[in-house]
């Protein structure tokens, strides 16, 4: 079971793709991480204890400013790995 999230603010042009990539790789997360063409962010968590990394990306990187994050759906999907998605 995923959960889809947006982030909202300061989220594309500064490396915030990058950021989420390396905190879901070092606390062994699954899913995507992908802009979209409003300027946010789509989040795809695939874990039962998502507070815990939500809690960091709402602190950002040095360079971004997250505004929000909502969560827009449940997905019965499983991932095997995190991934950056173009």
């Known amino acids: 079971m995923s959960n889809k999230y947006i982030v909202y603010g300061r989220v594309q042009g500064v490396g915030f793709r990058y950021f989420v990539y390396e905190l879901a790789t070092k606390l062994r997360f699954n899913g995507s991480v992908k802009n979209l063409s409003d300027g946010n962010v789509e989040i795809v968590i695939d874990s039962g204890r998502q507070e815990e990394i939500?809690?960091?990306?709402k602190k950002g990187n040095f360079f971004s400013h997250v505004e929000k994050i909502?969560?827009?759906?449940?997905?019965?999907?499983?991932?095997?790995d995190f991934q950056i998605l173009y």
């Open 54 to 57: 939500l809690k960091e990306i």
């Open 70 to 80: 909502v969560k827009t759906e449940t997905l019965e999907l499983s991932y095997d």
